[in-house]
């Protein structure tokens, strides 16, 4: 299995999948093929770097559309022959481009236990509720995606403690580590089961 990690941002959890797969917790058939970043800038580039892991980085606004952009994007899919995507911090919304060539290939991370606080801001929104409401949980959700946004099948949720002397930061510092025991987890399971198939 050839893997496709999507980031945008700081990537700790693709260096915690980075570290994984260099370690072979996910067997010696699976390779991190490509990290794909829509930010030229940001520090999960540099992460990549550390891993030797190819990195391909341009902006939508570069490539006119989005069209065109996810065009572009699955050429690079293609050309590194990728049988999985996994999204660990990818703020973009996978179109059917993309989608339709990787149906049920395509996992995401979301810091809430969804159908709650789907979409953007998600720790600080269940934070909010904490404030204003008393929540006294949010949690963390890894699914596959489909056309919807964060609506696809669930393959694992786990629920997140809001303690009361918690501010955004805390909060975000507990589910991060959630995710980042959970999403290899579920990866090496996925993996497995991949495996087992491709033998049988």
Not at 7 to 36: D, P
Not at 104 to 129: C, M, S, V
Not at 158 to 166: A, F, G, L, Q, R
Request: proline content about 4%; overall charge negative; aromatic content about 8%.
């Amino acid at each position: 299995m050839r893997i496709a990690i999507f980031a945008s941002g700081n990537g700790t959890n693709f260096e915690v999948l980075a570290k994984a797969f260099q370690s072979h917790e996910f067997g010696e058939n699976a390779k991190l093929e490509l990290l794909f970043c829509d930010h030229p800038n940001a520090p999960v580039i540099k992460r990549a770097e550390k891993y030797g892991v190819y990195t391909a980085t341009f902006t939508l606004k570069s490539c006119g559309n989005k069209e065109e952009y996810e065009k572009k994007i699955l050429q690079i899919l293609k050309s590194r022959k990728i049988d999985l995507v996994v999204l660990a911090g990818y703020m973009r919304v996978i179109s059917p481009v993309i989608l339709n060539n990787f149906d049920g290939k395509i996992i995401n991370l979301h810091p809430a236990y969804l159908p709650e606080f789907t979409g953007l801001h998600a720790i600080e929104r269940a934070f909010q509720d904490h404030v204003e409401n008393g929540r006294t949980q949010t949690g963390v959700t890894i699914h596959y995606i489909d056309e919807g946004l964060d609506t696809g099948p669930i393959i694992k949720q786990e629920h997140v403690p809001i303690y009361k002397d918690d501010d955004v930061d805390t909060l975000e510092a507990r589910i991060h580590q959630t995710e980042h025991k959970l999403y290899p987890e579920v990866l090496k399971k996925i993996l497995e089961e991949e495996n087992e198939k491709s033998n049988n």
